[in-house]
């Protein structure tokens, strides 16, 4: 798999190479077939295929996992007990890729769709990176090449590339159209390379200016973002993601060398964009036109962003030039330009405040009374935490109040709540690290695990405090109860969970766990140690207690002497 994307030289019983993780002339890279594992003795890169597609490819863990078992042939069992995608899905992805070949190839013969995207000054090379293509001028071109018979009508039908005409036709064969007409036509493509789904925009004058593939069983336009397979094949090191509203946009600013541009596909950024760009980098940059309408798109984009903005990322608003887009002005300025606007762009918490600013006129103590009523639910709408005490102290100073007095009178006049705790991350002490740290890297490692755990040793962890035991309980509760079998599974459902950010760096530790029986074991006793350890200190805490007072209540008394017997009964 390695060598698919790294040219490797035969070293012995092992391959060396250049290292594809940092420039250097004197292969220090190395892969060994006996162990699975490559290792770079010069910037320390290392892992398993699994890590190393997660890297090199910019892949989520999920989307590493579903990659390697298409290569081994394997199927990956899904949420709800299914498996691989269906054997029908399989053949919509291929008659998808013959789709798009056949736009490909209607291009290189159409002398009007070449001259319109010369025009707008694409290159060859960005054309056939993208696999752009043109949907003829014809009402039944594509029907003609690919919808012979019923069944491949039909799957045309579901993949929304013909629709069924209104009115019944005169003839059996004019029931269906080609729903991409007289289009420049822009392959979506999913995370490992597969078209899933058309962009069509006109060449000339017409109306909808842009049309999309609507919802199919392969295409879900609120999850996926057009760019993103080329932006992770540019193989350059992902520090950040730039979003913008175009197909065009995304081409040229490619084409320019900002290969790592994506766009939503005709909706506004949805949770799970999110959820993927910060699977990925720790700062996104949105982009939009200057004009009103990408200053409300903005706006809306700053509101889904609100729930992911957290320390340790970063979210900025850039807004172009009136009367450009990224696709004219990266051409009228080139690319070094166009970056330096990138690194001035607006850091979400300051676009906030300027928004609302103009809104108001804080100048008066009545426009900063309205300021602060309409900051209040956008700032509880980050999660708690450092980057929301930060953005209530941003408020307050325009506000001109102490935080703590603004978010007083947020609450009713009542003093804040005390801010719930977020979930503590499992330590990162020497060796295996902490108890609780063990039993969460088992369970998501083998999530089957926790169907061998007994009733008597969960309830053994309740009173446990060290940190990150919330997550555990959490974890071993819902994998009893709602089971999994694979890393993948645990890690999509905790994406969005407090403390599941955690979940998979906890996958990359270097402890080996190969055999989930052993790894049962290991948890039911890691479960006992641990239960033990809060009887431990309970008992400690009722003799210090009556040491110091001389004296315990009659229920402490009762539990003094439960632990001391559960103490003894474990002894034996």
Not at 194 to 203: C, D, K, L, P, S
Not at 364 to 393: S, T
Not at 462 to 483: F, H, I, K, N, T
Request: charged share 30%; net charge neutral; glycine share 8%.
């Amino acid at each position: 798999m390695v060598g698919s994307r790294v040219q490797l030289a035969k070293a012995g019983r092992e391959y060396k190479a250049c290292c594809p993780f940092h420039t250097e002339k004197t292969a220090s890279f190395w892969v060994s077939p006996e162990k699975q594992f490559y290792h770079c003795f010069g910037c320390g890169a290392h892992g398993t295929a699994l890590r190393f597609l997660m890297e090199y490819d910019h892949m989520a863990f999920p989307e590493a996992v579903e990659e390697l078992a298409s290569r081994l042939g394997l199927p990956v069992p899904h949420e709800g007990g299914g498996g691989a995608p269906m054997p029908q899905d399989a053949s919509l992805y291929e008659l998808m890729a013959r789709v798009a070949q056949f736009y490909a190839e209607t291009l290189k013969g159409d002398k009007r769709a070449q001259r319109y995207l010369a025009e707008r000054g694409l290159t060859t090379e960005i054309m056939q990176r993208f696999g752009i293509g043109y949907a003829p001028d014809a009402w039944n071109a594509l029907l003609k090449r690919f919808g012979a018979g019923e069944r491949d009508r039909q799957a045309l039908g579901e993949l929304g590339l013909i629709i069924e005409r209104d009115r019944a036709p005169a003839r059996e064969g004019e029931r269906h159209y080609d729903r991409f007409r007289d289009r420049i036509m822009f392959p979506i493509r999913d995370s490992r390379g597969r078209v899933i789904a058309f962009g069509g925009r006109v060449i000339d004058r017409g109306e909808p200016k842009y049309l999309n593939s609507p919802e199919t069983a392969l295409f879900h336009k609120g999850r996926e973002l057009y760019g993103l397979h080329e932006t992770r094949l540019a193989r350059s090191s992902l520090k950040r993601l730039l979003v913008v509203e175009g197909y065009m946009d995304v081409v040229r600013l490619h084409q320019a060398g900002i290969a790592y541009a994506v766009a939503t596909l005709g909706t506004a950024t949805t949770p799970e964009h999110l959820t993927r760009i910060f699977r990925l980098v720790r700062e996104v940059v949105f982009a939009f036109d200057g004009d009103r309408a990408g200053r409300g798109a903005a706006w809306r984009a700053l509101q889904h962003a609100l729930p992911d903005a957290r320390e340790g990322r970063e979210i900025h608003f850039l807004f172009l030039p009136e009367g450009h887009d990224p696709d004219s002005l990266v051409g009228a300025q080139g690319r070094e330009a166009f970056e330096k606007r990138l690194d001035s762009a607006l850091p979400l918490s300051e676009y906030l405040v300027r928004e609302l600013s103009a809104q108001c006129d804080i100048a008066h103590a009545d426009g900063r009374a309205r300021f602060a009523e309409a900051a209040r639910p956008l700032v509880y709408k980050v999660p708690e935490g450092v980057y929301r005490e930060l953005l209530l102290a941003r408020v307050a100073e325009v506000v001109g109040l102490a935080p703590q007095r603004l978010q007083a009178l947020w609450a009713g006049g009542s003093p804040p709540a005390q801010a719930a705790q977020a979930p503590a991350r499992p330590r990162r002490g020497a060796g295996r690290g902490s108890l609780v740290r063990q039993a969460v890297v088992r369970l998501i490692r083998f999530p089957a695990t926790a169907g061998s755990v007994t009733d008597a040793e969960r309830a053994g962890i309740d009173d446990c405090s060290e940190a990150g035991a919330d997550v555990l309980r959490a974890l071993l509760d819902d994998l009893r109860e709602r089971p999994l079998k694979i890393s993948a599974q645990v890690l999509e459902r905790w994406a969005a969970k407090p403390g599941g950010e955690h979940l998979g760096r906890l996958l990359e530790r270097e402890e080996v766990l190969d055999d989930e029986a052993a790894a049962a074991v290991e948890l039911r006793a890691v479960l006992v140690k641990l239960a033990h350890s809060v009887l431990e200190r309970r008992l400690d805490a009722l003799i210090a207690k009556q040491a110091a007072t001389g004296e315990l209540s009659e229920a402490e008394l009762f539990e003094f002497q439960r632990l001391m017997s559960k103490k003894a009964d474990r002894s034996r």
